[in-house]
C-alpha cells in the first residue's frame, strides 16, 4: 500500500539521518532533513524512540509487512500486534 511504501521510505531516510548523525556530528544539513520528517507528508515520522530498561528503543510506527514474506520474520524495528516473543529475530514491542 502506499501508506507502508512511504513508511519504509521514511525509515530509510530516518535511519540515513541518524547514521550521518553519528559518523559526522554537526554536518550541515542534517536539521532540514531532520525537519521532514516533522512536516506532514507521507514521511511524517516513520519511527518513535520508545524507553526501555535496556535503553531506547527505536519502532516504527507503521508495519513495513515483511513477515509476510515467505521465510522472513518481523523487523527488528516491527510495531505488529502479531509479534510474539518466541520470535527470535526480535523482542516485542
Known amino acids: 500500500t ?5 513508511s519504509n521510505a521514511g525509515n530509510l531516510f530516518e535511519a540515513f539521518i541518524r ?8 554536518l550541515r544539513g ?11 507528508t507521507p514521511l511524517h515520522r516513520p519511527v ?8 531506547v528503543h527505536r519502532m516504527r510506527r507503521i508495519c513495513c509487512m515483511r513477515y509476510l514474506v ?7 524495528t516491527c510495531p505488529s500486534p502479531l509479534l510474539n516473543a518466541s520470535n ?6
Open 2 to 6: 502506499r501508506r507502508v511504501l512511504w
Open 19 to 26: 547514521r550521518l548523525d553519528e559518523t559526522h556530528p554537526g
Open 30 to 40: 542534517l536539521a532540514p532533513a531532520r525537519e521532514w520528517l516533522e512536516m506532514p
Open 48 to 55: 518513535i524512540y520508545l524507553p526501555r530498561a535496556e535503553g
Open 70 to 76: 515467505p521465510d522472513r520474520v518481523f523487523c527488528t
Open 88 to 93: 527470535s529475530a526480535c523482542r516485542p514491542p
